[in-house]
């Protein structure tokens, strides 16, 4: 086997922010690691902040368990899933499954797929039984550090190197967007809301709108974010913290409600405005992680409206037209990308994220 040559301008050390537990995230100087067979090096240049970053960060039930569920995050595992970098090193073996060379600007997808289980057999990589996720696992190391390791299972894609790095690393909540898209089976009558425009939404407005419905209708409370899902491709925005989006809805679609609802908030509050702005036979989509359980009356999704509710998980099969549609321009990134901070100040980042007034994608050039 063709040993990987380290390039020379690779260093020994390196810095990374390393996870030890909830509210534990510390930068540390760790050796640079070396590619084993199969592998690739990649020098990181930008990684996104994601809201399940944060909410990892503030010891979510989802990652840390509780008393239904064991802990899936581990500890002792850099965070970050939204990567983008430059190939440094990488042996023949690597080459030749992902069609890279050094010096190529790529992205990764956030699951590591075991290809073993029921779920990879089937297609369906992203519900992976193994579920390795950059980030999350100490067997996948994530994108806050200088450089990072992809395993032999990633699905690793090309992106042109004059898209700037930050703007690449969208790649990753584009893709989970597209899928949520894919997942409600847009038709071009349809009328569609999508709740939130944070980086999620906004991801979803562009994919809509690339399947071109007849009418894309935004919400949210910041007026600013609004005006950046107009410019994503929204035909109507509504403030909700101004105005009540159910029955202006309503009163767009002749009082039926409507065809599809997308909940990008994480809000459980989203969900019974979701309920009830959708017409009977509506689609619900379902995609944000949530911090609280959300009661509503399910006799709303069955005896009133037989409403289709569909969840969504990560971007299986649509990245390559999440880098299409970043590599094409249709998404205004310049504004979406608000904040790019060193590593050294993740706690920044995090806190920019939570408070989610100032920023929509906070992203780490480490
Ligand atoms: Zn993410
Ligand atoms: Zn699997």
């Given at each position: 086997m063709a040993e990987t040559t380290r390039a020379p301008?690779?260093?020994q050390v390196m810095q990374a922010v390393v996870c030890h537990g909830p509210g534990d995230y510390r930068l540390e100087t760790l050796p640079v690691p070396h590619p084993g067979p199969g592998e690739a090096l990649l020098r990181v240049e930008a990684v996104g902040i994601c809201a399940s970053d944060l909410k990892c960060y503030d010891g979510a039930a989802k990652f840390w368990g509780d008393a239904s569920r064991p802990a899936w995050a581990e500890t002792e595992v850099v965070p970050g899933h939204e990567i983008a970098g430059r190939v440094v090193a990488l042996d023949d073996r690597a080459t030749a499954r992902w069609g890279i060379e050094p010096g190529d600007r790529v992205v990764v997808e956030q699951i590591v797929p075991c290809w073993n289980c029921r779920y990879c057999d089937a297609?369906?990589?992203?519900?992976?039984?193994?579920h390795n996720i950059y980030g999350f696992k100490r067997a996948t190391q994530g994108g806050m550090q200088e450089f990072m390791i992809l395993t032999p299972g990633s699905l690793v894609h090309r992106i042109r190197s004059e898209v700037p790095p930050a703007h690449a690393a969208f790649a990753e909540p584009l893709s989970c967007a597209l899928h949520a898209v894919e997942r409600a089976?847009?038709?071009?009558s349809d009328f569609v809301v999508v709740a939130g425009c944070g980086p999620i939404g906004l991801g979803v407005i562009a994919g809509a709108a690339a399947k071109s419905p007849a009418q894309i209708v935004a919400l949210d409370m910041d007026p600013r974010k609004l005006k950046l899902a107009a410019a994503t491709g929204a035909d109507t925005t509504i403030n909700v913290a101004t105005e009540d989006a159910v029955s202006r809805i309503r009163e767009m679609t002749g009082g039926y409600g409507a065809d599809v609802y997308f909940e990008?908030?994480?809000?459980?509050s989203a969900v019974i405005q979701g309920l009830n702005a959708l017409r009977k036979l509506g689609r619900f989509v379902e995609y944000s992680v949530f911090k609280d359980d959300v009661s509503v009356d399910w006799s709303i999704i069955s005896d009133d409206k037989e409403l289709d509710v569909l969840g969504a998980h990560l971007g299986p099969h649509c990245w390559p037209s999440a880098i299409k549609l970043i590599e094409e321009g249709r998404l205004p990134l310049e504004e979406i990308c608000t904040h790019q901070l060193p590593l050294e100040q993740f706690k920044t980042g995090l806190e920019l994220v939570a408070s989610g007034t100032e920023s929509i994608k906070v992203s780490l050039i480490p």
């Amino acid at each position: 086997m063709a040993e990987t040559t380290r390039a020379p301008e690779v260093p020994q050390v390196m810095q990374a922010v390393v996870c030890h537990g909830p509210g534990d995230y510390r930068l540390e100087t760790l050796p640079v690691p070396h590619p084993g067979p199969g592998e690739a090096l990649l020098r990181v240049e930008a990684v996104g902040i994601c809201a399940s970053d944060l909410k990892c960060y503030d010891g979510a039930a989802k990652f840390w368990g509780d008393a239904s569920r064991p802990a899936w995050a581990e500890t002792e595992v850099v965070p970050g899933h939204e990567i983008a970098g430059r190939v440094v090193a990488l042996d023949d073996r690597a080459t030749a499954r992902w069609g890279i060379e050094p010096g190529d600007r790529v992205v990764v997808e956030q699951i590591v797929p075991c290809w073993n289980c029921r779920y990879c057999d089937a297609g369906d990589y992203h519900m992976c039984q193994v579920h390795n996720i950059y980030g999350f696992k100490r067997a996948t190391q994530g994108g806050m550090q200088e450089f990072m390791i992809l395993t032999p299972g990633s699905l690793v894609h090309r992106i042109r190197s004059e898209v700037p790095p930050a703007h690449a690393a969208f790649a990753e909540p584009l893709s989970c967007a597209l899928h949520a898209v894919e997942r409600a089976g847009l038709k071009f009558s349809d009328f569609v809301v999508v709740a939130g425009c944070g980086p999620i939404g906004l991801g979803v407005i562009a994919g809509a709108a690339a399947k071109s419905p007849a009418q894309i209708v935004a919400l949210d409370m910041d007026p600013r974010k609004l005006k950046l899902a107009a410019a994503t491709g929204a035909d109507t925005t509504i403030n909700v913290a101004t105005e009540d989006a159910v029955s202006r809805i309503r009163e767009m679609t002749g009082g039926y409600g409507a065809d599809v609802y997308f909940e990008a908030t994480g809000h459980p509050s989203a969900v019974i405005q979701g309920l009830n702005a959708l017409r009977k036979l509506g689609r619900f989509v379902e995609y944000s992680v949530f911090k609280d359980d959300v009661s509503v009356d399910w006799s709303i999704i069955s005896d009133d409206k037989e409403l289709d509710v569909l969840g969504a998980h990560l971007g299986p099969h649509c990245w390559p037209s999440a880098i299409k549609l970043i590599e094409e321009g249709r998404l205004p990134l310049e504004e979406i990308c608000t904040h790019q901070l060193p590593l050294e100040q993740f706690k920044t980042g995090l806190e920019l994220v939570a408070s989610g007034t100032e920023s929509i994608k906070v992203s780490l050039i480490p």
